[in-house]
């Protein structure tokens, strides 16, 4: 697979070609304001890349520095996805038994019906948001060398595409692993909701799919656009 440090090689290489690019045009004996103001510009952007490229460790740094005070890692994160995954497929499972008995199967069907639909909707959201958070853990290393390789072409042709590269790396890098502590803040950690053997139509209207509507789908999905209006925010601080 990639390798971080070679990226971040080829994109000092662009961040030295900018700057020899930059060097030509502004000692260029051409009265053009529109050509010579890019002398500058370019060495400007070189120079910028090429502390990137230095910094990029440090950031890093500062990233888990970040996650140790929030109290938050990797490890922790994933359990709880995995927990999840594992109530949704524990609460449908109860659910697949109470549908074959033929007192449920009647006036309250609908109910377990939407339910059902609620519970396998929220295990596949999860199961696409485990898929994510791993490609994160395992390359945030390497989207942040893209988003840096790409600031460094010239004439800010990737400039603000890498930093919203860069801008999108850290922050989820940093942001997925608080989930869990924003649910439970909010109160609404699914995995604190526990279902009855024998649910009663008034708990599963009342309490339970309201429960997962919320801490499952709702409000996961606004975390995460929480997160991405913080990458855009980042992305546009860098860029």
């Given at each position: 697979?990639?390798?971080?440090?070679?990226?971040l090689?080829?994109?000092?290489?662009?961040?030295?070609?900018?700057?020899?690019?930059g060097?030509?045009?502004?000692?260029?004996?051409?009265?053009?304001?529109?050509?010579?103001?890019?002398?500058?510009?370019?060495?400007?952007?070189?120079?910028?890349?090429?502390?990137?490229?230095?910094?990029?460790?440090?950031?890093?740094?500062?990233?888990?520095?970040?996650?140790?005070?929030?109290?938050?890692?990797?490890?922790?994160?994933?359990?709880?996805?995995?927990?999840?995954?594992?109530?949704?497929?524990?609460?449908?499972?109860?659910?697949?038994?109470?549908?074959?008995?033929?007192?449920?199967?009647?006036?309250?069907?609908?109910?377990?019906?939407?339910?059902?639909?609620?519970?396998?909707?929220?295990?596949?959201?999860?199961e696409?948001?485990?898929?994510?958070?791993?490609?994160?853990?395992?390359?945030?290393?390497?989207?942040v060398?893209?988003?840096i390789?790409?600031?460094?072409?010239?004439?800010?042709?990737?400039?603000?595409?890498?930093?919203?590269?860069?801008?999108?790396?850290?922050?989820?890098?940093?942001?997925?692993?608080?989930?869990p502590?924003?649910?439970?803040?909010?109160?609404?950690?699914?995995?604190?909701?526990n279902?009855?053997?024998n649910?009663d139509?008034?708990?599963?209207?009342?309490?339970?799919?309201?429960?997962?509507?919320?801490?499952?789908l709702?409000?996961?999905?606004?975390y995460?656009?929480?997160?991405?209006?913080?990458?855009?925010?980042?992305?546009?601080?860098?860029?």
């Open positions: 697979m990639w390798n971080p440090f070679e990226i090689f080829y994109a000092q290489l662009l961040a030295s070609l900018s700057y020899s690019i060097a030509l045009l502004y000692a260029l004996p051409i009265p053009v304001y529109g050509i010579k103001k890019w002398g500058p510009i370019l060495i400007k952007d070189s120079i910028y890349v090429s502390i990137w490229t230095l910094m990029d460790s440090a950031v890093f740094g500062l990233a888990k520095q970040i996650m140790e005070m929030l109290g938050i890692n990797w490890n922790s994160y994933f359990n709880w996805l995995f927990q999840v995954e594992n109530w949704d497929m524990n609460a449908y499972l109860i659910l697949r038994t109470l549908l074959t008995i033929v007192s449920y199967v009647s006036i309250n069907y609908p109910v377990f019906m939407l339910f059902s639909f609620l519970l396998g909707l929220s295990a596949s959201y999860f696409f948001l485990d898929m994510i958070s791993l490609m994160i853990y395992q390359y945030v290393g390497v989207f060398a893209i988003g390789l790409l600031m460094g072409l010239p004439f800010r042709i990737g400039r603000s595409i890498g930093a919203s590269f860069i801008g999108s790396s850290l922050v989820f890098y940093v942001g997925l692993p608080y989930m502590n924003f649910l439970t803040a909010l109160d609404l950690n699914i995995l604190n909701l279902i009855p053997a649910p139509i008034q708990f599963l209207l009342q309490v339970a799919i309201p429960e997962i509507f919320l801490a499952n709702f409000m996961p999905t606004a995460i656009a929480i997160l991405s209006g913080l990458s855009i925010g980042l992305g546009n601080a860098i860029g």
